[in-house]
Nanobody
Framework: VQLQASGGGLVQPGGSLRLSCVASGSIFAINAMGWYRQAAEKQRELVAEITSSGSTNYADSVKGRFTISRDNAKDTVYLQMNSLKPEDSADYYC???????????????WGQGTQVTVSS
């Protein structure tokens, strides 16, 4: 099972980026999916999460600027980031809770990070 994130890069303050994360492998069903970030010398923090039915939750620091969405048919979660600020710079990680074909539930399965740098 893998989570492959993409879409990071360098952007100027006020700019936008769209992150994508695709799940693949022996997955029967995916429950919650989410994005976390970790800046240098800081703890990893939740950015946004979305349930299989589409309910969302955001960190206060990104509310109104970031939008999480998912395409269940493609096992993909997105993070649209607008009005980016330098303090949004971090490695962004996607995660998921999923069920394999034996019925076992895995929680907080992580993918590799994608770097976002907001700088002029």
């Amino acid at each position: 099972v893998q989570l492959q994130a993409s879409g990071g890069g360098l952007v100027q303050p006020g700019g936008s980026l769209r992150l994508s994360c695709v799940a693949s492998g022996s997955i029967f069903a995916i429950n919650a999916m989410g994005w976390y970030r970790q800046a240098a010398e800081k703890q990893r923090e939740l950015v946004a999460e979305i349930t299989s039915s589409g309910s969302t939750n955001y960190a206060d620091s990104v509310k109104g600027r970031f939008t999480i969405s998912r395409d269940n048919a493609k096992d993909t979660v997105y993070l649209q980031m607008n009005s980016l600020k330098p303090e949004d710079s971090a490695d962004y990680y996607c995660s998921m809770d999923y069920i394999d074909y034996s019925g076992y539930t895995y929680r907080n399965f992580w993918g590799q990070g994608t770097q976002v740098t907001v700088s002029s």
